[in-house]
């Protein structure tokens, strides 16, 4: 069965760096999303992506995050200079339709931690 | 302001017996509303969805029941069985036509043999 996958699954990093988390959504999906999960709290939408461009994007999502999908099968977040905030849990999501009531898949998270 | 809202942080059940996971909503400007499991270390899992135009939809043991005017829908499971034992989360996609998911906090359902 097709699955969204997402590396690393662990990132350790010092505040104000860059990283970068990837993923690879399943190959036939449109629509592609990032939530990040801090812990102990909700999962909060970040922002979706569709034909190469941003549909929406959260308050959250703000100049320090970007998104790309720089060869027509990943999809990578961004985070130009983390914040001691940023750590949580960055799922990838990926949907077929037109995001209305389609169903998204989830890839299995990166745990970023920012010392 | 659009929220959704699991009261009950955690729920415990015998096997065999039926689990019901409730969610509230405060806005009506929701399209769909979707179920989703985790299990640690893993990602969200569709489990079943509904529409707003709907009252029901049901999928082998897991049936969900939308009440709009009391802005309130379930996840009833039937029977519980001890891999049911997850994080379940109430998420509903907003009119925006882009697909968010706004979720709930989250119910740990625990099912014991």
Sequence with gaps: EPEVTQTPSHQVTQMGQEVILRCVPISNHLYFYWYRQILGQKVEFLVSFYNNEISEKSEIFDDQFSVERPDGSNFTLKIRSTKLEDSAMYFCASGGGSGRGETQYFGPGTRLLVL | ?113
């Excluded at chain 2, 309130?72 to 499971?77: D, N, Q, T």
Aim: glycine share 6%.
């Design chain 2, 1 to 113: 302001d659009q929220q959704v809202k699991q009261n009950s942080p955690s729920l415990s059940v015998q096997e065999g017996r039926i689990s019901i996971l409730n969610c509230d909503y405060t806005n009506s400007m929701f399209d769909y509303f979707l179920w989703y499991k985790k299990y640690p270390a893993e990602g969200p899992t569709f489990l079943i969805s509904i529409s707003s135009i709907k009252d029901k939809n049901e999928d082998g043991r897991f049936t969900v029941f939308l009440n709009k005017s009391a802005k309130h829908l379930s996840l009833h499971i039937v029977p519980s069985q001890p891999g049911d034992s997850a994080v379940y989360f109430c998420a509903a996609i907003p009119l925006s036509n882009t697909g968010k998911l706004i979720f709930g906090q989250g119910t740990t359902l625990q099912v014991k043999p």
